[in-house]
């Protein structure tokens, strides 16, 4: 019995850490089973339901990752600014769309996905923020769409 506690893992006995890991990948398995990782199944449609309850929502959506979340944002401004698209065509096609330029691609790729196209803004220097000068001399009336 000695022997097997002088093997350690992180400092923990070896036994003990089996049995961790055991319980771990039992876990993993019935999250898989169960949909838990994916983006369907109960607990999906369980944490929408909170959600929309916690916003004081009749529905709340949730998506795979930060990206989508930006492209759906994208997606259903673009329909309220400029209407619906034509089939296969992006909400954005043929429009400009401003973006500060302290940025990671993922935020701006949806404005690419919808046909639009990215104009990048300067950003203040001790804000990082997008700069209003900067935004007013290239902005017009006709292209209120920005992503910040």
């Avoid at 036994?15 to 369907?40: C, G």
């Avoid at 400029?82 to 940025?103: A, I, N, R, W």
Wanted: proline content about 3%.
């Amino acid at each position: 019995m000695q022997l097997l506690f002088l093997c350690s893992f992180s400092g923990l006995p070896f036994l003990i850490v089996l049995a961790t890991l055991r319980e771990k990948w039992l876990s993993l398995i019935v999250l898989q089973q169960t949909n838990w990782v994916s983006t369907v199944g109960a607990n999906i449609n369980e944490i929408e339901i909170e959600a929309a309850k916690k916003i004081g929502r009749k529905h709340a959506v949730a998506l795979s990752t930060g990206t989508a979340s930006i492209h759906l944002a994208v997606k259903l401004a673009g329909e309220r600014l400029y209407g619906q698209p034509k089939v296969g065509h992006g909400v954005l096609e043929g429009h400009k769309v401003f973006c500060s330029d302290m940025t990671f691609d993922a935020t701006v790729n949806p404005v690419a996905y919808e046909g639009g196209e990215a104009v990048f803004i300067d950003t203040e220097y001790n804000t990082w923020n997008m700069d209003p000068v900067a935004l007013e001399s290239v902005s017009n009336n006709r292209n209120p769409a920005l992503l910040i």
